[in-house]
């Protein structure tokens, strides 16, 4: 059993009463087809990117659940069947993208005696010359170009008259 994250847009005109029960349909789906539900995030209306059949705002709704491919090829049959959901997506998580979900949710993502690693926790190393200008500079080494093997005579990017 795999674990999946799938965001689906419904139809904001739907009644309160008809997005939940479109909510429970799709719990109810999982439920029947022996997946496990492990969260299910309502984010309410927002505005969207771009018009999808003509409307500017949906409501969101997030879904971690554990299941099987085929139980998620069934899961996306009945969305893409539903009228009322205008969009969704699904993605599999391993576990560096689940602590990524984790992180971006506002979740403490800290396993059993590891920290969390972060790009922010990182302190940059500055130069007293860097810091007078205010550059923001990183010291790495790049990995070392490794030569072509070329013949002897021959040009780059020129080719050969046969």
Do not use: C
């Not at 309160?16 to 995030?41: A, F, N």
């Not at 940059?124 to 080494?141: F, I, M």
């Not at 013949?151 to 990017?157: F, L, M, S, V």
């Amino acid at each position: 059993m795999r674990k999946y994250e799938t965001i689906f847009i419904i139809n904001p005109d739907l009644s309160d009463e008809d997005t939940r029960g479109l909510i429970e349909r799709v719990r109810g789906i999982i439920q029947t087809l022996q997946g496990e539900i492990l969260r299910i995030q309502e984010w309410g209306r927002k505005k969207l990117a771009y018009e999808v059949n003509k409307m500017s705002k949906g409501y969101f709704v997030l879904l971690h659940f554990i299941g099987t491919p085929s139980m998620l090829t069934e899961l996306e049959r009945n969305l893409r069947l539903m009228d009322a959901v205008l969009k969704y997506q699904t993605v599999r998580l391993d576990e560096k993208g689940e602590r990524i979900a984790q992180m971006l949710s506002g979740e403490k993502a800290v396993g059993k005696g590891e920290k969390p690693e972060s790009q922010t926790e990182k302190t940059l190393e500055r130069s007293p010359q860097e810091e007078d200008t205010g550059k923001d500079v990183t010291h790495e080494k790049l990995p070392e170009a490794t030569p072509a093997t070329e013949e002897p005579g021959h040009d780059r990017g020129e080719g050969t008259d046969s």
